[in-house]
């Protein structure tokens, strides 16, 4: 199992394409961009203009993938959201970090065996898609 | 063989294509369906769950050991966002015992002997076999799809809340989670398709991101903009020839080929909303 030591790293990384599209979540103070340059080596807290949020920069820490460094915004005592500074460009870390593609959504017809959805009621069922294939048989 | 029952409030289809499967193993199939129920409801006030929140319970049954102890571990993987036991509330593992108890249902079937199969239990998906046309229904119009995946020996689960309504609540607030209009997982087990949907929904945009990390899981997120963010990896179905009437069947054991009623002849082109 490859999940022992990289779950960590890999559930902070995962995060990285979010940026790219949820600035809601952003404080004002961090709008940076995913990758930025790396700060001090020892952790460095800073404040915004606000009374609460801090963000503090992780040390750099050798994995045996190579290097991480994490930035942890805090709103008070809750962490806001956490940015990958710096991930090691290893392939096994690479390939990890989930390609998330974007489109549009369709709306089809098409062939199928079954449907799922959220959860159906017994009552909602009678006009559901799947009642209709199962009727078919 | 095709059976249509309904347990635990939603229906649950099952259909065989193995040749003469035996309607035993199905029986049994339903007889756990209504057993977990009973024992893991939390609208049955005589559930094990119920006993057990109120304490009059000691110890819980391994089985409801199982189910809490996958709570916990979505929990915490969630930053609590994915919470059984909300604060004011009583203990509810509902979004584990879903997906939990319909996996267990279908390697009764596994262990009869079926071999290509399809159980649907209100809109979560254990294929067997395959490959099966999958699809996902789309989050506004419920006579639509809004994606079509080929699925073989993978299960699936969407949460979204154009059913219930808004009965996912984020754990960090308390509040229904509203991010996302749809979240589709498709994993190795329903156990854990169906929690990661469900936890996924419940961490809205972020959860897109979450779920994809997981190993062997893939995701197909609609988010409040109406945006599709899917892994790459999800296994949405080749699309025909544009003019062909429809798709061939291909399936080893033929059977028909089901067309959704209600929905034009063939497959319509793609239409961008």
């Given amino acids: 199992m490859k999940r ?16 790219r599209y949820a600035p809601s979540h952003e404080t004002g103070s961090s709008p940076a961009p995913a990758q930025v340059a790396a700060p001090a080596s020892t952790p460095s807290v800073s404040s915004s203009g606000g009374t609460t949020t801090t963000v503090v920069s992780g040390s750099l820490v050798d ?9 942890v915004t805090f709103d008070g005592d809750e962490i806001a959201s956490v940015r990958m500074l710096r991930q090691p460009d290893h392939p096994q870390t690479t390939a990890a970090v989930p390609r998330l593609i974007e489109e549009t959504l369709q709306a ?4 199928i065996d079954t449907v799922s959805g959220a959860t159906i009621t017994s009552d909602g069922y009678r006009e559901s898609l799947q009642a209709a294939l199962d009727a078919k048989g | 063989m095709r059976r249509v029952e309904h347990v635990m409030g939603f229906p649950v289809s099952v259909r065989i294509d193995d040749e003469d499967f035996p309607e035993a193993p199905v029986d049994a199939l339903f007889a ?12 049955r006030p005589d559930s094990e769950v119920s006993r057990l929140d109120r304490g009059e319970v000691s110890e819980p049954s391994p089985g409801l050991r199982e189910v809490l102890d996958l709570c916990e571990e979505y929990r915490i993987a969630t930053g609590g966002a994915f919470d059984a036991r909300l604060p004011g509330r009583g203990l ?11 996996q267990k249902g279908a390697e009764l079937l596994r262990a009869a002997g079926a071999r290509r199969f399809c159980v649907n239990a209100g809109g979560d998906v ?15 119009r419920a006579d639509r799809l809004c994606a079509v995946l080929d699925v073989t020996d993978r299960a699936l689960a969407t949460s979204a ?27 190795p087990t329903l156990t854990e398709a169906d929690t990661v949907a469900t936890a996924a929904f419940a961490l809205g945009v972020e959860g897109v991101a979450w779920a994809a990390a997981r190993e062997h899981c893939e995701v197909f997120a609609v988010d409040a903009g109406r945006r599709v963010l899917r892994s790459a990896g999800f296994p949405v179905a080749e699309a025909p020839a544009p003019g062909r009437a429809s798709r061939k069947p291909t399936r080893r ?6 067309r959704v009623r209600g929905v034009a002849d063939g497959v319509a082109p793609p239409a961008a909303l």
């Fill in chain 2, 161 to 187: 809340r154009y059913e219930r309504g808004d009965h996912i609540l984020d754990g960090r607030t308390g509040r229904p989670a509203t991010g996302l209009l749809g979240m589709t997982v498709v994993a």
């Fill in chain 2, 253 to 258: 054991t033929g059977g028909p080929t089901h």
């Fill in chain 2, 32 to 43: 756990w369906l209504r057993e977990a129920d009973a024992r893991f409801s939390p609208f």
């Fill in chain 1, 108 to 111: 089809q017809s098409a062939d």
């Fill in chain 1, 63 to 71: 994995t045996e993938k190579g290097p991480v460094r994490v930035e």
């Fill in chain 2, 126 to 140: 254990i294929a067997s076999g395959g490959p099966w046309r999958v699809g996902v229904r789309h989050p506004e």
């Fill in chain 1, 4 to 19: 022992a030591i990289p779950v960590l790293v890999l559930s902070v990384a995962g995060l990285i394409p979010l940026w």
């Fill in chain 2, 92 to 102: 509810d593992p509902c979004a584990v015992v879903k997906g939990w108890s319909v």
